[in-house]
């Protein structure tokens, strides 16, 4: 049901051709209809459940009355099946041909538009003025038409070629419906306009090239003391020097060719690393921990297809000691996949990757909480004190696994949970279920003993179900075996990553200190510890990282039990003609039965008992 002056609207767009094109989708679940109003609307229809149903992005459509774009394009659909009904003028059935053969799919034709092919030059192209123009600006490149060198605007101009009136309102098109405009006028127009790109300093006539398919890769190349990181195309086997991307097509600059684009899946990984060095992904909570590490999983391509908007920003560079400094990590099981995507490079050459086993007794990962005076904003010392979780292999040092630990300051802090799950009981509980599932091998088993857990709580049913839910989620995590690309030296390695010793660096200050451990923390990977609360807790944190091979360092230096001893030497001292009997106290104080003088054990004291 429509309005009466919907109706009548829609018959007048039908007789003034406002209806651009018919597009099926490729499984013919869909029909599109392109109708030019104040500018280029979608009509989608589809059968629901049996009944025919319709769709249109304009303002004024409604699920319970049609819109005049909807009537339009029902009105031409009726004539082009029923010629009898709705006629039209002969002139005006010169356009109609060209729905028909999109709505029927009349392909005898070869998709040629009859009485509209001009007159062509001996150059092959046409004589009209026209050009198809790929405009290179911000923030991406746009589809235009250029007519006799001047850009025709947005809108509806009934003196242009029926194959170029998409390309003026381009820019709307949508890839979740039908093909893409220019890609349907490659594929089936016998009629060739010139391709052009334009940027601001040059003008590049291209060559449509169809049986050249581009792949997409991300290539990571260690240049000197800097890694260049490229979202490049492969063609021919050759990696593209200047591209410049457009929808699902690659313009080769250099060889002033268009091609195809297969995918981008291969692009997936620069986008990734884009985001974690550069801070492009502002919404991401759980990826960006700490104020200046950069911390990514690569993916491994899946589900990553065309329109995820590479454009022309396809490089970027950071120093070695960044790349080096970061944590890019790839799902083990994954990992053969994501190095497909991959392009790495060392000095202008191909580098292969090398396995992160065997590894050799000087590459061994050692762990440590480094145990130092906490900074306040000027770089102060505080009187509060902080353990930093911190790993080592050789001479680098690196933090936790940012992915798999960052969630608990983000839990701190109150991201990702609801108000409810914040109070520091419930934090506290889920801590404690964190931590001692980490030894239960099987999911089903240890889904059964968190749900028997909170089952047992007071809390209310949804607090329960978003509990057990965050617990998955992190214990999956865990659980997951990642590798970690790193460079060393002048080529490229797989490092595996030991999250049951990492999580060990969490797991025991939890045990010592509680949820205090977690309170306030400046990042991720160090904990903020009460003076008070640290130094009666020291021996028994000192003895369970020992147990457990973790050194705890101050100052770069291991700390170790020690015995401290204080006695008292009392000696009498006579003094001539002094009635007075007088006695000198002399107390030593012994660290591990060597006497210090009483600088070194006033330092000692203010420092719960530690001595260099």
């Known amino acids: ?73 029902c009105f031409a659909a009726k004539h082009l099946l029923s ?24 392909l005898g034709e070869t998709g040629s538009i009859k009485r509209t092919v001009p007159l062509r030059n001996g150059d092959g192209l046409p004589e009209s003025g026209y050009e198809i123009v790929i405009q290179v600006g911000q923030p991406y490149p746009q589809l235009v038409i250029h007519r006799n060198g001047v850009r025709l605007p947005a809108g509806w101009d ?54 050249v398919i581009c792949r997409s890769k991300t290539e990571i190349a260690l240049v000197g003391d800097d890694v260049r990181i490229r979202a490049v195309c492969i063609a021919d086997g050759t990696a593209l020097d200047r591209i410049v991307r457009f929808r699902s097509f690659v313009v080769d600059v250099s060889g002033c060719r268009l091609l195809s684009l297969e995918d981008e899946s291969g692009w997936a990984s620069f986008r ?65 996949e994501t190095l497909r995507h991959l392009r790495l490079r060392v000095d202008g050459e191909e580098a292969l990757v090398h396995p992160s086993d065997p590894v050799s007794v000087n590459e061994e990962v050692s762990y440590a909480l480094i145990l130092a005076p906490f900074l306040d904003e000027a770089g102060a010392p505080t009187t509060a004190w902080m353990l930093r979780a911190e790993c080592r292999r050789s001479d680098v040092r690196f933090a936790p696994s940012a992915s798999t630990f960052s969630f608990v300051r983000a839990l701190e802090q109150g991201r990702a949970v609801s108000a409810p799950l914040r109070a520091q009981k419930r934090k506290t509980m889920l801590y404690d279920l964190f931590f001692t599932s980490l030894t239960v091998g ?15 709580s007071d809390w209310a049913r949804s607090i329960r179900l978003e509990a057990a839910q965050w617990l998955r989620h992190h214990l999956s995590v865990y659980a997951s075996q990642d590798v970690r690309l790193q460079v060393e030296g002048r080529q490229w390695a797989l490092r595996t990553i030991d999250k049951p010793r990492e999580a060990l660096l969490y797991r025991i200050p939890f045990e010592v200190f509680g949820p205090d451990a977690f309170r306030a ?20 944190l000192l003895e369970k990282l020992t147990a457990a091979g973790i050194t705890l360092l101050y100052e770069d230096k291991p700390l170790r039990p020690i015995q401290w001893d204080c006695t008292v030497r009392v000696g009498r001292q006579d003094r001539e003609g002094d009635a007075i009997n007088w006695f000198e106290i002399r107390p030593e104080i012994r660290c591990d039965g060597v006497v210090i003088d009483e600088t070194e054990w006033r330092a000692a004291v203010r420092q719960g008992g530690m001595i260099d």
Request: net charge negative; glycine share 6%.
């Open 83 to 106: 010629p009898e009904t709705f006629p039209l003028s002969d002139q005006q059935q010169v356009h109609l041909a060209a729905l028909r053969m999109e709505l029927l799919g009349d």
């Open 521 to 540: 923390m400046p990042s991720y990977d160090a904990m903020k510890i009460d003076p008070l609360t640290l130094f009666q807790r020291l021996p028994e």
């Open 158 to 211: 009934p003196a242009l070629p029926p194959e170029l009136r998409p390309f003026l309102n381009s820019s709307r098109f949508s890839s979740e419906y039908g093909d893409d405009p220019f890609q349907r006028y490659l594929r089936i127009s016998k009629r060739r306009f010139p391709i052009v790109l334009k940027t601001d300093l040059e003008s590049v006539v291209l060559q449509w090239t169809p049986s």
């Open 1 to 73: 049901m429509a309005p009466k002056e919907f109706v009548a609207r829609g018959y007048d767009y039908y007789r003034q051709q406002r209806l651009q094109h018919f597009v099926w989708s490729k499984d013919g679940a869909t029909l599109t209809a392109q109708v030019q109003g104040t500018r280029l609307y979608e009509v989608i229809f589809s059968l629901d459940e049996g009944f025919p149903s319709s769709f249109c992005d304009c303002p004024a459509w409604d699920f319970d009355r049609l819109c005049k774009h909807v009537l339009c394009a």
């Open 442 to 456: 099987e999911a089903k088993e240890r889904d059964r003993r968190i749900k028997t857990a909170l089952d047992q």
């Open 272 to 336: 990734a690393l884009r985001n974690g060095f550069q801070g492009f992904d502002a919404d991401d909570h759980e990826s960006g921990p700490a104020e200046t590490l950069c911390a990514v999983t690569l993916p491994d391509g899946r589900g990553h297809g065309r329109w995820q908007g590479i454009h022309h920003d396809v490089e970027f560079t950071v120093s070695r000691n960044e790349f080096r400094s970061a944590q890019i990590d790839l799902i083990q099981k994954q990992a053969d």
